[in-house]
């Protein structure tokens, strides 16, 4: 099975990156499957039912979201009746939508989990402890198992992918918003990638105006941050195939692309 996923859409130019550039993609592609991280999509932060739609309408059959899922408050009035909008699962139990979601493709189902790390973020879910006893309720259904680590540090989505080695069919990082050089195939078969990128602003820092980073790290550690949306855009992801009788990722490569 043939499958795209695309990085962090951040603003404006994230929006104007998957306009111009995800229907090529596709094109070279032909994947089966199309999932986008769009938790940065409103402004930089959270997603609107707007936002929602507009992805489905761009050819995204899987939108998953991250630490800013909520910071929206639009998400609200229709998460719980988005079919294929998935938060992150180790949240507290009380909290509207879903993470994981189930697609069926011809005789196939993939299940798409979104996690969140628990390392220099607010969060409080360990995701290893969470997802030990979840991966078990998910393989009952499907051993063609995604998954979205949205999460800070590197090590720990390094150490993710391998503890899933062999158990799931690919784990990929988004949350840092740049590209790491790292796609593999892991020893038993996972697909490894650390972060698959962000699609925004080319000349930003992960998608904001330089000058209020800069200015944030040099003098005023309150700075507000906006998003850039001049300029230069990128698309970034990765491509990969899944063997689906092995459920092992026999294929593998970065997307990175600018318009």
Do not use: C
């Not at 707007?50 to 929206?72: C, E, I, P, R, S």
């Not at 009952?140 to 080695?165: C, P, V």
Request: proline share 2%; glycine share 8%; net charge negative.
């Amino acid at each position: 099975m043939r499958i795209i996923v695309i990085g962090d859409v951040v603003g404006d130019a994230g929006k104007r990156a998957v306009e111009a550039l995800l229907g090529s993609v596709k094109q070279q592609y032909k994947p089966q499957l199309t999932i986008v991280n769009a938790e940065n999509i409103a402004n930089g932060r959270g997603i609107t039912q707007t936002d929602y739609k507009w992805l489905l309408n761009q050819g995204v059959d899987v939108v998953t979201l991250g630490n800013h899922a909520f910071d929206n408050r639009n998400i609200h009035s229709f998460i719980n009746e988005a079919k294929v909008l998935v938060r992150p699962w180790n949240m507290s139990e009380d909290t509207p939508g879903k993470g994981v979601h189930y697609i069926k493709i011809n005789q196939d189902e993939i299940a798409v989990i979104n996690l969140l790390g628990i390392s220099f973020m607010k969060n409080e879910i360990d995701p290893f402890a969470f997802l030990k006893e979840k991966i078990k309720e998910v393989k009952q259904r499907t051993n063609n198992i995604i998954i979205d680590f949205h999460a800070e540090s590197t090590s720990e989505k390094q150490a993710m992918g391998y503890w899933l080695d062999g158990q799931v069919s690919f784990v990929y990082g988004t949350h840092t918003h740049v590209q790491t050089n790292d796609a593999r195939i892991l020893s038993n078969g996972t697909g490894y990638m650390t972060d698959i990128g962000m699609t925004g602003a080319v000349e930003s820092v992960i998608g904001f105006q330089v000058s209020d980073v800069v200015q944030r790290f040099v003098e005023n550690p309150m700075q507000r941050l906006k998003v850039e949306d001049d300029g230069k855009t990128a698309l970034r992801g990765v491509f990969f195939e899944i063997d689906t009788h092995t459920s092992k990722v026999k294929n593998i490569k970065p997307i990175n692309l600018e318009f």
